[in-house]
C-alpha cells in the first residue's frame, strides 16, 4: 500500500476526510478493477460493503466522507491493535484479508459518493 491512512480519526473534518478517502483510493483503489475480474472478490466486496452500510446507517443517504474516513480509521486500527499490517507493495487481490476487503467496501462507498475519489 504506497500511502497510509493518516491523522487521528476524532480530529477527521471534511478536508482531512477526502485527503484519507484519497490516501485510501491510492493505496487499494486496484481492488474494484480486479473485483470486476473475479466473481469472488466482487461477492466479498459486495457483502462487506452492506457491512459497511449496515454499520453507518446509510441505507437511506449516502454517509458523509468524515464517516467513511472515520470508520476506515477505525477499521485500520482496531486490525494493528491485533497485529495486522497492511502490505509493503502491490495488494494480491486473488486472496485479499478481511481488513483489504473491508477498506476496499469504504473505498466503493466513498466512490460512489464522490466520483473524484477514483
Known amino acids: 500500500m504506497s500511502r ?3 491523522g487521528p480519526p476524532g480530529e477527521t473534518n471534511p478536508a482531512m476526510a477526502h485527503d484519507v478517502l ?14 470486476g475480474r473475479q466473481p469472488r472478490l466482487l ?8 457491512a459497511v452500510r449496515d454499520s453507518l446507517r446509510a ?3 449516502p454517509p458523509s466522507a468524515v464517516a ?4 476506515a480509521h477505525g477499521v485500520r486500527d482496531a486490525a494493528r491493535e491485533h497485529g ?8 494480491d487481490w486473488a486472496s ?18 464522490w ?4
Do not use: E, F, K, N
Not at 43 to 50: E, F, K, M, S, V
Not at 96 to 113: E, F, N, Q, S
Not at 115 to 118: E, G, I, S
Open 59 to 61: 441505507d437511506v443517504r
Open 115 to 118: 466520483p473524484a475519489l477514483r
Open 22 to 35: 484519497a490516501a485510501l483510493a491510492d493505496a487499494i483503489g486496484s481492488g474494484l478493477a480486479a473485483a
Open 4 to 6: 497510509q491512512l493518516a
Open 68 to 71: 467513511l474516513a472515520r470508520y
Open 84 to 91: 495486522w499490517l497492511p502490505p509493503d507493495g502491490p495488494v
Open 43 to 50: 461477492a466479498l466486496l459486495d457483502q462487506h460493503t452492506a
Open 96 to 113: 485479499p484479508d478481511w481488513v483489504l476487503t473491508r477498506l476496499l467496501a469504504v473505498h466503493a462507498l466513498a466512490r460512489r459518493g
